[in-house]
């Protein structure tokens, strides 16, 4: 796990939205996609449930988003 899928986790967290979320923080939506769906892997869960244009969170990835936001407040600290 890299520090910058966790920010693009919560980006699309944030955004509900793949392509507004790359958009956000300056990266490619297939760049996206890929390391979500690398971070997925890694884990072992789906975080998230892709629908047409809109992305929800599962149970398992509202656990990891409240972890990743922690920890990345703690860094910004």
Same mark, same amino acid.
């Given at each position: 796990?890299?520090?910058?899928?966790?920010?693009?986790?919560?980006?699309?967290? +944030?955004?509900? +939205?793949?392509?507004?979320?790359?958009?956000?923080?300056?990266?490619?939506?297939?760049? =996206?996609?890929?390391?979500?769906?690398?971070?997925?892997?890694?884990?072992?869960?789906? =975080?998230?449930?892709?629908? *047409?244009?809109?992305?929800?969170?599962?149970?398992?990835?509202?656990?990891?988003?409240?972890? *990743?936001?922690?920890?990345? +407040? +703690? =860094?910004?600290?």
């Amino acid at each position: 796990m890299e520090l910058h899928q966790l920010q693009y986790a919560v980006e699309v967290a +944030n955004q509900k +939205n793949f392509t507004r979320a790359a958009e956000k923080i300056n990266v490619s939506q297939s760049t =996206l996609s890929h390391q979500i769906a690398k971070l997925e892997d890694e884990l072992g869960v789906k =975080l998230f449930d892709r629908k *047409a244009r809109i992305v929800c969170l599962t149970q398992a990835g509202e656990d990891f988003i409240d972890q *990743a936001r922690l920890t990345l +407040n +703690n =860094l910004e600290k």
